[in-house]
């Protein structure tokens, strides 16, 4: 019922800076939060970055202070600022949130977008 669609993934060199955006979709009452996941060959699914409708926000340590995490509730999206790129953040990163479809739905239910590739070289 409810789609997350990822896009601004790429290649860059270390130091450089990518823009991720997400755009959920579908049967939406709210949306309670939406997270930035990552995951790199070989290792488990990490949260990157998340934030609440409040305006709330928490960040891995290992990137605190180079991303920077957005949220425009009207639009339903997200998106991650991401500067100073290392090689080691390169992974899939993954949009997340958790949706309230109707004002009947007391209970927020959880999706995943596709994934999109990030590359840094060195």
């Known amino acids: 019922q409810v789609q997350l669609v990822e896009s601004g993934g790429g290649s860059v060199q270390a130091g450089g800076s990518l823009r991720l955006s997400c755009a959920a979709s579908?049967?939406?009452?709210?949306?309670?939060?939406m997270y930035w996941y990552r995951q790199a060959p070989g290792k488990q699914r990490e949260l990157v970055a998340a934030?609440?409708?409040?305006?709330?926000?928490n960040y891995a340590d290992s990137v605190k202070g180079r991303f920077t995490i957005s949220r425009d509730n009207a639009k339903n999206t997200v998106s991650l600022q991401m500067n100073s790129l290392k090689p080691e953040d390169t992974a899939v990163y993954y949009c997340?949130?958790?949706?309230?479809?109707?004002?009947?739905?007391?209970?927020?239910?959880?999706?995943w977008g596709q994934g999109t590739q990030v590359t840094v070289s060195s």
């Open positions: 997340n949130a958790d949706v309230r479809p109707t004002i009947a739905t007391t209970r927020p239910r959880n999706y």
């Open positions: 934030m609440t409708s409040g305006g709330s926000t």
């Open positions: 579908g049967t939406i009452f709210s949306i309670n939060a």
